[in-house]
């Protein structure tokens, strides 16, 4: 610790001269004892980890054995059956699997890549100097040189880049927000501080990331890189494991389901298809085994959605695609639907849910309040008085006095950029705000003491102190003499001798009360407070007298009441929010008071009672009595980036899904520790944008809303997906399973061995015909309601009981048509490729049918059809060229299939579709019957 030393002390400690800094064997031996002045990276992820990793999928390890089985096979026909055609079948069968596999690891590894390199756009390098004072000379050195020890120079606008103890200050101030989360400077002294001084009011310490808002200032580095504050928090980063989303959970659950029921299938098909075959003749052969093994490899692959990860990645990426139209980048696509289960946003404040930009909204002057209008730093705007009748005209001369002291006793700006033409403040925020009321009344501080015949001849300028708490400008106008000062109400009001009320100049002690009342109405509406005085003096105090004889007997001209302002946009984005069952918290590290008048403002909380948790309070609780409260309390003040870590926490312990914003280095941790962490894109720091899931573009809370929105479609098209290829993996396992179990003597030409699909039709339809328009899903709207239902239950499986009975159903009955279409086709004496043949198409036809049921929760009928111009134009191309597959004599070889009489095809074109439209049709008039009832029953509670 340096902040409670004395300065001399701490550079006797660190064996440095505040004269002639240290020398370069010093700062040699101490780059090899600290290490450059940066922070430990954690280790990056290899692309070649991130494919190998692909390969390893639950649903790719079925995948793999159904190869080894398809291996295992062809090596039989060869080397023993001497069967070079059923080897080849084989061989096809192997071919195909691998290609899925393939095709699987490289779109998921793309979609990786590309999601780290939109990341690393955002990213700025920036080679940052210091000046360093090393030998008794001054020279600029590279930030990742500097070490404990040396001395450095510093002035306003320049960056802080490591831990000093500062040795001088002049007028310093600083902006911790990156630390604290506060846009507030805090002013810098040189004394030593008490033991346990918080961080934040560590006041004779500059910390890293730091900004020089005003003065100038010598340091001398205490700690560097990871050893810093800054460092720290970059620590608890790498401390934090990542936790896996909800859509991985999900699938990891789903999967590893699928997984059992596949290999208990297979097992199944193998152990009743020897059977069979001992109990039909009495023996078991070689042939009949391998026969069983080709149909176990079908149904392997029929068991499982192998072309989900594929279609998952494709429809995570229209869903990055909608969040990024909307303004917000994600980094990992597993996090693009955790948005649309999330229950609790917990927000920072300043920056996030405020504009960061302190702005005066309401001042009160010679007796009369009035507010401002206009937004930021733009000299645009309007004074409206609230409690008179006076025209605009004639407002000027009502507060002209507590303008020209407040804009006289100021050294800041605001200056336009020539590029983008936005308007940028140069100094300190509460004087910047204060500069930004004068402009939009078409005054400023430099047109009043510019030459040539200034109004105004500035004599001497007292700076602020924290022990004054107030700053003040001696001025000369004409033959005049006057002192003009601003500061904290509290004291200004015990030195003041009179106030201007509605011109004339009452006593003080007669005009205090006015004056209290006014401060209260400004604390209730979260205002900070600064009071405007003016002094006339004579020429030889002025010139002459001391801060003290010169700071009293002011006559007070009124205050100004700043604010923070919330973001516009923001209270709506909470309605629409709330409305849809998500909780909005604010964490914030300003005080209790303005947090919760903050929150009043934008909906968080809907009363001034409403309780909030300090920091210090927060600190005092055991974990179980948190546990209790977090649920229930929105607003928590004066909080540590641990606090924050410790209230996320207990959210999720809650079983809550929780979104964490913010943009300060200070968010970073609990932002980690999030379900999803969210950064401001613009004014966020880098290592909060490392440590996030989503990117806002814009930096607006809006985009937050819009992303629940499009994380809720986004999941709600995933279950439509799930639910598609269940219900076809579903059709295809039934009619291969009622093939082995039911046919037990040869149809015709058709053995009893012959499975009613091959291995290569299954992949066709899973990855073909039925994936391309799967994933056009992910194309669709989100249904009208999306943002009045409650979030889904993240501890309720994806397969819950409504969707099970749902796939079961659909499922059932279109394998009953695959069934029996192989049936007839053998019956009919149809080749048992041309058997299999008119199964294949009946289950393509069947699932491109029911591809439009499976687009909304309730039926067919619930959406236009014509809505979803990719699912139309994949639909197309699926069902004409599993029609071609039957005609050319390549798939003939590879697939097995066989070409149809046209009658046919089109026969199974359209009796494929009775199930779906006779299963919606039901449902829909139970579901309008039931709309009926319920209307009815409000109309006769009304009546």
Not at 257 to 280: C, D, F, R, S
Not at 644 to 669: C, F, H, W, Y
Request: hydrophobic letters at 45%; aromatic letters at 6%.
């Amino acid at each position: 610790m340096s902040y409670n030393k004395h300065r001399k002390a701490v550079l006797k400690e660190l064996e440095t001269n505040q004269t002639s800094g240290l020398t370069n064997e010093q700062v040699k031996s101490r780059q090899e004892q600290f290490g450059p002045n940066t922070f430990k990276s954690e280790e990056k992820v290899k692309p070649l980890s991130v494919f190998l990793h692909t390969l390893r999928e639950p649903i790719v390890i079925v995948l793999w054995i159904a190869i080894a089985l398809s291996i295992a096979s062809a090596f039989y026909d060869i080397y023993v059956n001497h069967d070079m055609e059923h080897a080849m079948s084989a061989v096809y069968e192997t071919v195909a699997i691998l290609a899925i596999i393939l095709i699987n690891s490289l779109v998921t590894f793309y979609q990786t890549l590309q999601a780290k390199k939109s990341l690393d756009s955002l990213k700025k390098m920036v080679d940052h100097h210091a000046l360093v004072l090393r030998e008794g000379d001054w020279s600029h050195v590279n930030v990742l040189d500097l070490v404990p020890g040396d001395i450095v120079k510093f002035k306003m606008g320049d960056f802080i880049e490591a831990d000093l103890r500062i040795l001088s200050a002049n007028e310093l101030s600083l902006n911790e927000s990156h630390l604290t989360g506060e846009s507030d400077p805090i002013n810098k002294t040189t004394a030593a501080l008490p033991d346990e001084t918080g961080l934040g009011d560590q006041t004779n310490m500059a910390f890293s990331g730091s900004t020089v808002m005003n003065g100038s200032g010598l340091g001398v580095v205490v700690q560097t890189g990871m050893a810093t504050e800054l460092g720290k928090i970059a620590g608890m980063l790498q401390e934090t494991p990542i936790a896996p989303t909800p859509i991985e959970k999900t699938i990891k659950n789903l999967t590893r389901t699928l997984m059992y029921v596949a290999a208990g299938i297979v097992a199944v098909v193998l152990i009743y298809g020897i059977a069979k075959e001992y109990m039909n003749y009495g023996a078991v052969t070689i042939e009949a085994v391998m026969a069983n093994i080709s149909s176990a490899i079908a149904v392997a692959v029929a068991s499982i959605p192998d072309a989900m990860p594929v279609v998952l990645s494709i429809v995570l990426t229209i869903g990055a695609g909608i969040m990024a139209r909307n303004n917000g980048l994600i980094k990992s696509l597993n996090s693009v639907e955790t948005l649309g289960a999330t229950t609790f946003i917990a927000s920072d404040k300043t920056g996030t849910l405020t504009k960061n930009e302190m702005t005066v909204t309401n001042f009160f002057a010679n007796g009369h309040t009035f507010e401002v209008s206009g937004q930021g730093y733009e000299p645009h705007g309007e004074v409206t008085l609230v409690d008179g009748v006076e025209e605009a005209a004639e407002l000027l001369p009502l507060y002209e006095r507590f303008i020209t002291s407040a804009l006289l006793n100021n050294e800041a700006a605001i200056q336009q950029s020539p590029d983008d033409g936005a308007y940028y403040p140069l100094g300190n925020p509460t004087d910047v705000s204060l500069v930004v009321l004068g402009a939009k009344i078409g005054q400023n501080h430099a047109a009043l003491i510019s030459q040539p015949a200034p109004d105004y001849n500035i004599i001497r300028v007292l700076p602020f102190d924290s022990t004054r708490k107030m700053m003040s400008m001696v001025v000369q106008k004409d033959d005049d003499f006057y002192v003009y000062t601003k500061g904290a109400p509290d004291v200004l009001f015990q030195k003041a001798s009179a106030a201007l009320i509605k011109d004339q100049l009452v006593d003080f002690a007669e005009a205090a009360t006015i004056f209290d009342e006014k401060l209260n109405e400004f604390a209730d509406q979260a205002l900070r407070t600064i009071a405007v005085a003016e002094r006339q003096v004579p020429e030889d105090l002025a010139r002459n007298g001391s801060v003290a004889e010169l700071e009293t007997e002011f006559t007070i001209l009124g205050l100004a009441g700043i604010i923070d302002p919330p973001r516009p946009e923001v209270k709506a984005s909470i309605k629409k929010l709330h409305r849809a069952g998500v909780a909005v918290v604010m964490i914030t590290g300003d005080h209790a008071a303005t947090a919760n008048a903050i929150a009043l403002r934008l909906g968080i909380i809907n009363a001034k009672s409403a309780p909030a948790i300090t920091g210090a309070e927060l600190k005092a609780m055991s974990d179980e009595e948190l546990l209790q409260r977090v649920e229930h309390t929105r607003v928590y003040a004066r909080v540590t980036p641990r606090d924050k870590q410790r209230i996320i926490s207990a959210l999720q312990q809650n079983s809550e899904v929780v979104a964490m914003t913010g943009d300060g280095v200070n968010d970073a941790p609990a932002l980690k520790t999030a379900d999803i962490g969210i950064a401001m894109g613009i004014n966020g720091t880098e290592v909060t944008k490392d440590s996030a899931d989503l990117i806002l573009l814009d930096d607006k809370f809006t985009t937050i809303e819009k992303s629940v929105e499009a994380g809720r479609q986004i999941f709600g098209n995933i279950r439509n997906f799930i639910r598609q290829e269940l219900v076809t993996n579903v059709s295809e396992v039934l009619s291969l399973l009622l093939v082995t179990f039911f046919v037990t003597r040869p149809i015709g030409q058709v053995s009893e061995l012959t499975p009613s699909l091959t291995a290569v039709m299954v992949l066709w339809v899973n990855m073909i015909s039925d994936s391309l328009p799967s994933f056009s899903l992910g194309f669709d709207n989100a249904e009208k309601d999306i943002m009045l239902q409650k979030p889904r239950n993240m501890q309720e499986p994806i397969l819950n009981k409504r969707m099970l009975e749902r796939v079961a159903l659909r499922g059932f009955t279109m394998g009953l048509m695959v069934f029996f279409a192989f049936i007839w086709a053998a019956k009919n004496g149809f080749s048992p490729a041309q058997a299999q043949t008119t199964a294949f198409l009946m289950l393509v036809f069947g699932q491109l049918w029911h591809i439009f049921d499976a687009r909304s929760e309730r039926t067919i009928f619930a959406r236009n059809p014509f809505s979803n111009k990719v699912l139309l134009l994949t639909v197309a191309f699926a069902g004409i060229s599993s029609v071609l597959v039957t005609y050319l004599p390549l798939f003939h070889k590879v697939m097995g299939t066989a070409q149809l009489p046209e009658l046919v095809i089109l026969a199974l074109l359209f009796i494929s579709a009775i199930p779906t439209f006779l299963i919606s049709g039901i449902k829909e008039m139970i579901y309008r019957r039931q709309c009926t009832a319920v209307k009815n029953k409000l109309q006769n509670e009304e009546d």
